[in-house]
């Protein structure tokens, strides 16, 4: 094999191996992005809903006053 | 003789008691039972901590006291409206987590039943072994997650008077 035999040879492989690693990468990727997000905890969740409902309660009594 | 526990005291110990004797066992008028499923402990708990939630316990129901107002509402006779939270938690078996999960039951079914068991046990309670005089479930939420579990959360508001002679 001549030297630049040699060299094409080794630019092929390391453009395997960068195919490689690219492929991988995505790999991991995808990974995190299936990973589901801290949840929200309970507490902040019931804090929420509950201003959501005072919310709807004046909504309402708002109607039951225009009506 | 110790002096007495408060009224608060005794009616979110009675809400306690009152909870965990949810069971699947009790039946209506027309012999179908009352419940969906039987909570494996009741606590009462100054917040809600995510680690509650111990993998020991298929069911388990959460009380938290909310703010407690009052006022005198005659001559030296007060009334009061306890506020309360209660998380009922059931182990899903599921990912809770997937929108579109179509395991039988669904979440949201699962939900629905744990506040109605609590509404149900409460409402047909209402005076709390007589220590209140009345007890409202005034909010119920269904959109309450956690992963690997199915919760329903309701909040309640008990009212209960007491005069300056007995003490609060």
Redesign the interface.
């Known amino acids: 094999m001549t030297l630049e035999e040699r060299v094409d040879a080794l630019e092929q492989e390391v453009l395997a191996l960068q195919a490689n690693l690219i492929n991988a990468l995505e790999l991991v990727r995808s990974l995190v992005a299936e990973l589901?997000e801290d949840?929200v905890?309970?507490?902040e969740?019931?804090r929420v809903?509950?201003a959501a409902?005072n919310l709807q309660r004046e909504v309402l009594a708002a109607r039951k006053e225009t009506a | 003789m110790p002096a007495a526990e408060s009224k608060h005291e005794r009616i979110a110990a009675a809400l306690a008691t009152l909870l965990a004797g949810i069971t699947t066992t009790e039946l209506d008028g027309a012999g179908v039972p009352k419940y969906h499923y039987a909570p494996d402990a009741v606590a009462r708990v100054k917040w809600f901590d995510e680690r509650d939630l111990a993998k020991e316990y298929e069911g388990l129901i959460l009380i938290r006291a909310d703010p407690d107002v009052g006022s005198e509402e005659a001559a030296q006779t007060y009334t009061q409206i306890a506020g309360f939270t209660i998380v009922y938690a059931r182990q899903a078996g599921r990912a809770v987590t997937k929108v579109f999960d179509q395991d039988l039951p669904l979440a949201a079914t699962v939900s629905a039943r744990l506040i109605r068991d609590m509404k149900r046990r409460i409402i047909e309670n209402y005076k709390l072994a007589g220590i209140a005089e009345n007890t409202e479930v005034v909010n119920e939420q269904h959109d309450v997650a956690w992963p690997g579990w199915d919760l329903g959360v309701i909040e309640i508001r008990v009212t209960y008077s007491w005069a300056v002679a007995e003490g609060p």
């Open positions: 589901p949840p905890s309970i507490s969740q019931i809903g509950r409902a």
